[in-house]
């Protein structure tokens, strides 16, 4: 499985629950065209002593886009960058709404 692990603060002017539509509205459209597996729940951070240490990312929420493998995650970037619709507007809606985002790639081996 390839994972996408999005960090980011929401503007000022955001709240949860209008994100959450947003990224909702996203997720879906992702799944039906087969460009990503799952979404995992919108989470916020916990700032633990000892358990959270990475102390030079300091965004409050995250997220966890779950890809098949690359080849489906490539192709999920194909998509946004054509900027077709309706996952243009999907995507805009989400990118509108955050700030210092921070995204981190794995694969699980």
Known sequence: MFQMLSCFDLKSDVTIDEFK????????L???LGLVESV???S???RH??????TEHDQEYFFIMNFR???????AVDQIRCQKEP???FHNSII??????????WENV
């Open 87 to 89: 996952g243009e507007t």
């Open 21 to 28: 539509q947003s990224i909702n509205r996203f997720s879906v």
């Open 44 to 46: 916020r951070r916990q």
């Open 69 to 75: 493998d690359r080849e489906q995650c490539d192709r």
């Open 40 to 42: 995992e729940p919108l």
């Open 30 to 32: 992702m799944q039906e």
């Open 96 to 105: 509108s709404k955050i700030t210092n985002d921070v995204f981190i790639c």
């Open 49 to 54: 002593p000892v358990m959270d240490t990475a």
